[in-house]
């Protein structure tokens, strides 16, 4: 049987704004959405929480649009916990684009065991370092398009390492960005891209490059992808629940 919502107030009802999600399905057992309390309480919930990697990167002095795109490459299908340390391992001892380029694809492998695919991104990184030294003399533009020029590049590394990085208001969105934002039922769109799209329609900008911070580990440690933490998500009286089955 599933758990019930936590108890709260109900709000008057007001005019819809930006803090209201436009594409929240309609339910009487809930809140109205609200964007800014959602994300107070998640903000709140995921202090205990170690920090999303690229975050922690860049606390750790590699917050460089080069570094953090090179360890955006090493994150992908790749958990935090594996991705980071091999992230530091790489930065460590070739921080910038023609200390990377003159290390070769083997170098670069066996500091990145063991992420996921780590020999097609050893090559991926060199050419990223190779191209970033001799077409741009060391200094990546901040530009999204030229970010996702190089190969393995896509828009969610591009918007996070530019994001962090550089300041830009650009939301990157992974696989807990788009399963918990679907399942609040904040946003209706069934691939990461359209997901982005859509929360592009509706969440204040002040968020965009807060939400992968907070969704990232609220999404590996509460909303998890199969028995999502329900009965004890500081945000419940709001989510619609959307696709969930089965709950803890």
């Given at each position: 049987?599933?758990?019930?919502?936590?108890?709260?107030?109900?709000?008057?009802?007001?005019?819809?704004?930006?803090?209201?999600?436009?594409?929240?399905?309609?339910?009487?057992?809930?809140?109205?959405?609200?964007?800014?309390?959602?994300?107070?309480r998640i903000r709140h919930e995921v202090?205990?929480?170690?920090?999303?990697?690229?975050?922690?990167?860049?606390?750790?002095?590699?917050?460089?649009?080069?570094?953090?795109?090179?360890?955006?490459?090493?994150?992908?299908?790749?958990?935090?916990?594996?991705?980071?340390?091999?992230?530091?391992?790489?930065?460590?001892?070739?921080?910038?684009?023609?200390?990377?380029?003159?290390?070769?694809?083997?170098?670069?492998?066996?500091?990145?065991?063991?992420?996921?695919?780590?020999?097609?991104?050893?090559?991926?990184?060199?050419?990223?370092?190779?191209?970033?030294?001799?077409?741009?003399?060391?200094?990546?533009?901040?530009?999204?398009?030229?970010?996702?020029?190089?190969?393995?590049?896509?828009?969610?590394?591009?918007?996070?390492?530019?994001?962090?990085?550089?300041?830009?208001?650009?939301?990157?969105?992974?696989?807990?960005?788009?399963?918990?934002?679907?399942?609040?039922?904040?946003?209706?769109?069934?691939?990461?891209?359209?997901?982005?799209?859509?929360?592009?329609?509706?969440?204040?900008?002040?968020?965009?490059?807060?939400?992968?911070?907070?969704?990232?580990?609220?999404?590996?440690?509460?909303?998890?992808?199969?028995?999502?933490?329900?009965?004890?998500?500081?945000?419940?009286?709001?989510?619609?629940?959307?696709?969930?089955?089965?709950?803890?």
């Open positions: 049987m599933a758990d019930k919502p936590t108890t709260a107030p109900r709000r008057a009802p007001r005019a819809q704004s930006a803090r209201t999600a436009h594409a929240a399905t309609a339910r009487t057992d809930k809140l109205p959405f609200d964007i800014e309390e959602v994300l107070r202090r205990s929480f170690a920090d999303a990697a690229m975050f922690e990167l860049a606390a750790k002095g590699h917050g460089s649009l080069f570094e953090q795109l090179i360890a955006c490459i090493l994150s992908i299908r790749t958990l935090d916990e594996v991705s980071l340390p091999a992230s530091l391992r790489l930065l460590g001892r070739a921080p910038t684009p023609d200390a990377l380029a003159r290390l070769t694809p083997q170098d670069i492998d066996a500091l990145i065991q063991p992420v996921t695919f780590h020999e097609a991104k050893a090559y991926q990184v060199h050419a990223i370092a190779v191209r970033t030294r001799d077409e741009f003399h060391g200094q990546l533009p901040a530009d999204a398009a030229v970010l996702q020029s190089f190969k393995g590049v896509g828009p969610k590394c591009a918007h996070l390492a530019l994001g962090i990085a550089c300041g830009h208001e650009v939301i990157s969105v992974d696989i807990h960005v788009h399963r918990v934002t679907n399942r609040w039922g904040y946003v209706k769109a069934s691939t990461p891209e359209r997901t982005l799209a859509a929360l592009e329609a509706v969440l204040p900008r002040p968020y965009w490059v807060e939400l992968n911070r907070l969704l990232v580990p609220f999404g590996k440690h509460v909303c998890t992808g199969s028995r999502p933490k329900c009965s004890t998500c500081p945000v419940l009286p709001y989510c619609r629940q959307e696709g969930v089955t089965s709950h803890r």
